[in-house]
């Protein structure tokens, strides 16, 4: 049995930049997401699960563009510099000034993202690499149209220790 275990780290909402938090890789079973305080001022922001090399193992963005049929959501990968194929989704139902939570789940054979815990539909992404490779989540984004305010981050929701054996399984003989 996995024990998934998790914290939050506070991240100051006042800071517009793009927090990162190191990771050890990831098995079937863990979760990771944030917490932000959405405008509808914002043009696209996302998250990045990337790899040692910064190659983006999975991205999701939300972009409101009218240049690629936005608001929509595109979820893809990176190895360097250059991007896999695309899956795009419908935009979330987002709220101008209220926060809002996505997770990411690493499933058997994919990652599915949640809105405020309800998986968003079209919103699953098969592996095209070993979850063992993520070393960091890094959130991005929050450009501003005009003089609005951008995302501002809040929280991560990471894994932690969920490689380590339960205690209560442990064979005292061995």
Not at 135 to 158: E, M, P, Q
């Amino acid at each position: 049995m996995i024990l998934i275990h998790f914290f939050k780290l506070v991240i100051f909402s006042f800071s517009p930049g793009n927090p990162i938090a190191n990771l050890v890789g990831l098995v079937v079973g863990d979760k990771l997401g944030f917490t932000a305080t959405y405008s509808s001022s914002t043009t696209r922001f996302g998250v990045n699960l990337q790899d040692a090399d910064n190659n983006y193992v999975f991205r999701i963005a939300f972009r409101q563009a009218g240049d690629i049929g936005g608001p929509i959501s595109v979820m893809s990968s990176r190895t360097d510099g250059i991007w896999g194929a695309e899956s795009r989704a419908a935009f979330p139902a987002f709220e101008d000034g209220v926060e809002f939570c996505i997770m990411i789940e690493c499933q058997f054979d994919k990652f599915v993202v949640s809105f405020n815990g309800v998986p968003l539909e079209g919103v699953v992404f098969p592996y095209r690499y070993d979850l063992a490779s993520v070393a960091a989540i890094k959130l991005w984004g929050g450009a501003a149209k005009g003089d609005g305010n951008a995302i501002f981050w809040n929280t991560f929701t990471l894994p932690v220790a969920q490689h380590n054996p339960d205690p209560a399984e442990e064979d005292p003989e061995n």
